[in-house]
């Protein structure tokens, strides 16, 4: 299997759920390993080019899998989730032919489905999304009991047209303590005809030892498993790349996960929002009675009114 993975270093696998780039899931009580590759296409429509594409389905399972195919429009809800949407003449999900539309992959085989790009009418300039679903055929078990759940992937496609504008606005960042789970808020617009998100690494620092917005760096090898955060910096990780749609304004959420004692701490980040730099210090304070801090016994003394000063003065010098 690991010479597999080599092959295909773009692979998204997936446990009987949804994925790809936009982090569809359902979670199954029986799982199948399958990985798509690769999780998202950009397409130049106008292009004779780029309209023929190919993706590679690969079953890691001990088990034969039958999968079916099929294309649906779509948008991002107020919860940020895909939302499938009645398709139009101008929907890219209408424009979209593929074979094969269902299909046995043995354990260990891959497949491909080869889809092409043909609108039917002249396309309006901007964004075209669809989602190519690939979704698991259930077998006849009559040994199996109780509710059957179906998993599928979801591979997302991007078709452009004409003059192409990202403008995103980051108009506030913020981090919640007050709910039950610990979460930044990144209050986005996006302003221009195509979809935008964020890309970095956040990190998150003890307040007494942070050594401001611009001493600090992207940690390296982040993205390797079991690799390990030197200290002091007490988390890190990447950048939800959930994507803002055009003329649309989201909250988006990084789910902080990590266990912090009480505390004065600053969200670091490291990023960007289609190509400008995020380089930014947000100060927070875990309270000694908050469910989401630890009972750890090393415990970051609270600053936060002197940490916040301290930002604001350093950012007026600038």
Excluded: C
């Excluded at 936009?22 to 399958?34: C, D, E, G, H, R």
């Excluded at 940020?80 to 032919?97: A, K, Y």
């Excluded at 930044?184 to 617009?189: G, Q, Y």
Aim: aromatic share 6%; charged share 20%.
């Amino acid at each position: 299997m690991k010479n597999l993975i080599q092959f295909f270093p773009k692979l998204s696998t997936i446990s009987l759920g949804i994925l790809g780039a936009l982090a569809l899931s359902t979670m199954p009580a029986s799982a199948i390993n399958v990985g798509v590759s690769p999780p998202r296409f950009q397409i130049d429509i106008k292009s004779n080019k780029t309209r023929s594409q190919a993706i590679k389905v690969i079953n890691f399972d001990s088990k034969p899998v039958e999968l079916k195919v099929y294309v649906r429009s779509w948008v991002m809800n107020e919860k940020n989730q895909i939302q499938p949407i009645p398709p139009s003449e101008q929907s890219l999900d209408q424009w979209i032919v593929y074979t094969p539309s269902r299909f046995i992959i043995p354990p260990g085989s891959s497949q491909t489905i080869r889809f092409a790009v043909r609108p039917r009418i002249q396309p309006q300039n901007g964004e075209h999304r669809a989602m190519i679903f690939i979704e698991e055929i259930p077998g006849n078990n009559p040994s199996s009991k109780g509710l059957q759940v179906i998993g599928k992937v979801g591979v997302a496609v991007y078709g452009y047209v004409g003059d192409i504008k990202r403008v995103g606005v980051l108009n506030a960042v913020n981090v919640d303590t007050k709910s039950n789970a610990l979460n930044a808020i990144f209050d986005i617009s996006n302003q221009g005809n195509a979809s935008i998100n964020l890309k970095g690494q956040y990190a998150i620092w003890p307040a007494t030892k942070y050594p401001g917005a611009d001493a600090t760096k992207p940690v390296v090898n982040i993205e390797k498993p079991g690799s390990k955060i030197a200290e002091p910096v007490a988390d890190a990780g990447f950048l939800p790349s959930v994507p803002v749609l055009p003329d649309n304004r989201r909250r988006v959420l990084l789910p902080i996960t990590k266990n912090l004692p009480p505390g004065d701490y600053v969200l670091d980040i490291n990023g960007e929002l289609n190509g400008v730099a995020i380089n930014k210090g947000i100060p927070f304070t875990v309270p000694f009675n908050s469910p989401v801090a630890s009972n750890s016994r090393s415990r970051v003394q609270p600053n936060s009114t002197k940490l916040r000063d301290s930002l604001r003065n350093s950012q007026r010098r600038k």
